[in-house]
């Protein structure tokens, strides 16, 4: 699957270049086809909060906001409509990651020494596809299934990248 990237924020200087590799690393764990595409957006923290009140109604800044595109109509005219947009266009959007760095830069220091902004990213992009998958944490068992799949996802990203957490 295609990455996006784009940058819309100066709080933070971020590794742009590793943010779309391991972006399109996460993304080919979810769907391998190049005709696939999908946007990761960084915003500010005025910008997130704006998002988040519009669409969920909370007056807040967040870390992550995940837009599905593939789970608006029954499964059935989900496929016609990937399919026809990969004959039409060549490719077909299935969502946008909409990530906070100065959101996830507060978590990854709440989280202590042992982790850092990187990991903090690389944990908010596989929340975000997760979400455009149809996984959600609204309810304890969908939550135990979510955090284990991103969990999975995360220590193999971990040990692809040779990150230290």
Known sequence: MKVNLINRQDDIILNLDFIQKVSNYISDKFDEDSRCEANLILVSSSDIRQINNQY???DAATDVISFSYLFEKDRED???DIESGKQKHGFYTIGEIIICPMAAEDNALEQGK???LDLEICLLIIHGF????G???EVEEDRAVMFKKQDSILEDVIRTFNLQP
């Open 78 to 80: 989900i496929k016609k």
């Open 114 to 116: 042992d982790w850092n």
């Open 130 to 133: 997760l979400h455009i998958y």
């Open 56 to 58: 969920r109604q909370v």
């Open 135 to 137: 996984y959600d944490h």
